[in-house]
């Protein structure tokens, strides 16, 4: 559910869903996935997002912190398009 709704742009959603990959909770750990949906929250306006994505880049490698933000670029870009 979580998912979904923050592919609707639920901006809470996303916060969620983007600690939960964090954590690994009720979904693989991934940082990659956190970092991008985090992300999406802060720009959506989401102040703690920020907060939260800066604390897993700095644990992810400068790599890993580049496909998240191009994850959420690609992200951006097809939601402008529907």
């Keep these: 559910m979580r998912s979904s709704c923050a592919e609707q742009g639920d901006t809470g959603a996303r916060f ?3 600690v939960s990959y ?3 909770e ?3 750990q ?3 996935q956190a970092h ?3 992300n999406l929250a802060a720009a959506s306006g989401n102040s703690d997002a920020g ?3 800066d604390l897993a880049a700095r644990i ?3 790599e890993q912190i580049a496909e998240a ?3 959420a670029r690609e992200w951006t870009v097809k939601a402008n398009v529907r």
Excluded: A, C, I, S
Aim: aromatic share 12%.
């Design 30 to 32: 991934d940082y990659v």
């Design 69 to 71: 933000q191009r994850l």
């Design 51 to 53: 907060k939260y994505r």
């Design 60 to 62: 992810m490698t400068p």
């Design 22 to 24: 964090m954590k690994g």
């Design 16 to 18: 969620n869903l983007g």
């Design 36 to 38: 991008m949906w985090l």
């Design 26 to 28: 009720g979904v693989p």
